[in-house]
């Protein structure tokens, strides 16, 4: 099921951006699918939209060929 963007909750822009730097270190800085350590993001494993959390157990870095493979 898909919520309503309003119903989502998001952390604040500081707050999420010390949790992405957290998941990025935990991750060494490199793609879980691919090993490259360029273009790097931080990927939902469940989306947002269907009711993922901003939380590490469901955060995962991926570069960004690899995390556009993922939202195909």
């Known amino acids: 099921m898909i919520r309503p ?3 989502r909750q998001r952390l604040d822009p500081l707050s999420y951006e010390g949790l992405r730097q957290q998941i990025l270190r935990r991750d060494g800085w490199r793609c879980q699918s691919c090993g490259t350590m360029s ?8 989306f947002r939209s269907h009711s993922g959390a901003d939380s590490e157990e469901n955060l995962i870095t991926l570069c960004s060929a690899c995390h556009g493979k993922v939202h195909g």
């Open 39 to 46: 273009n790097l993001e931080v990927h939902h494993k469940k």
């Open 5 to 7: 963007k309003a119903a």
